[in-house]
Every structure is written in C-alpha cells, then in structure tokens.
C-alpha cells in the first residue's frame, strides 16, 4: 500500500479545486475594483479571493454531513496549492515561498475568524470594519465607509446564497456566489 498511497488522490480534491475556482471566480468581478475601489494588486485580489473562500469554507464547516468540512479542508488546501505555485511562478525563490505561504495562511485564518463572527452574529457593520482594515488596509475610527459597507452588504448575501445550496451540488464542485448588487452576470 505504501507507494501507492502516494498517487491515491485526497477524498473531495477534485471538488475542492473546482469550488476554490468558483471563490476565484466570483471574486474577479470588476465591480470590486472599479466600483468599490478595492486595491487591484496582489493583497487587494488576495483580499477578495479570501473573502470568498472564506464564506464558501464556513458553508462547508458547518454542515452537519460530515463530507462537509472534509471538502472545507479540501477548498482550503487548494487554495494554498494555488498560492504556492503562484508565489514560484512569480519566481519567489524556493526557500523563500514556505514562510510567504505560511504568512498568508496565518492572514486568512485571522481575517476568515473575523468575518465569521460578523456573519454569525448577523453584524453587516462589524463586517464592514473588519473589510476596511484587512481590504483597504485602513484602520481610522468611525464608521465604515460607503465601499466596505456595500462590500458587507456583498458577503451577507453570498454567505446566505450559499447556505440554500445542497451540500450534493457542493460535492460536485458546484458552488454559486451571488453577482454583487447592480451587477447582471456572476463570473
């Protein structure tokens, strides 16, 4: 069994990269950038497409089926499959790529705690602090402005949309997040 575990695939892989390409998706759309004024660099994309992840994972983990955080595993695993080959093609040296992924895995875990706990508690304005100072990298007292809110209000909708969706459709790689407000056509 040895050396064939290694070319065994993980149990929801497959599934996991496909629902991992729909955050991706999603969070590709213009309308973060161009209406909200997202930063349109390597933390502003890194931003949106952890958002997005990060909703379709707390779906998953809540399931009560149990091949729901097992295929959450699966979409966070590839997601740092696809950070770290990103970080090699964009020619980050070999010994240098572990600590950048780790960082950014240590990023996502504190800012997907924070959103969730927005979510649960159904808070749109904590969310929206929370997006303005992992987002915009902007920490200043106050309300939040009008772009974080309309981004809560985003990530509200798509965490409901995405709990009215079958935990079978989720298994099959098949995950829709809703468009953002105004916007006629999901990627």
Not at 6 to 21: I, M, N, Q, S, V
Not at 80 to 93: C, I, P, S, Y
Not at 118 to 137: K, Y
């Amino acid at each position: 069994m040895g050396l064939f575990a290694l070319f065994r695939r993980k149990p929801h892989e497959r599934a996991g990269f496909e629902l991992y390409g729909a955050a991706v998706a999603a969070a590709r759309q213009p309308w973060f950038f161009a209406r909200l004024g997202v930063p349109d660099t390597l933390d502003g994309r890194f931003d949106l497409v952890g958002l997005h992840v990060a909703l379709l994972i707390r779906r998953l983990r809540t399931d009560a089926d149990p091949r729901g955080p097992a295929l959450a595993q699966a979409v966070f695993d590839a997601m740092f499959a696809d950070m770290d080959l990103n970080l090699r093609e964009m020619g980050v040296g070999d010994l240098a790529v572990g600590k950048r992924v780790k960082r950014m895995w240590e990023a996502f875990h504190g800012r997907a705690q924070a959103y969730e706990a927005a979510i649960a508690a159904g808070d749109a304005t904590a969310l929206a602090v929370a997006l303005r100072r992992n987002v915009w990298r902007a920490e200043e007292a106050g309300p939040p402005p009008a772009e974080a809110l309309a981004l809560a209000a985003h990530a509200m909708r798509a965490a409901a949309a995405l709990e009215g969706q079958g935990l079978a459709a989720l298994l099959a790689g098949q995950a829709v997040f809703p468009p953002p407000e105004g916007v006629a056509d999901a990627a």
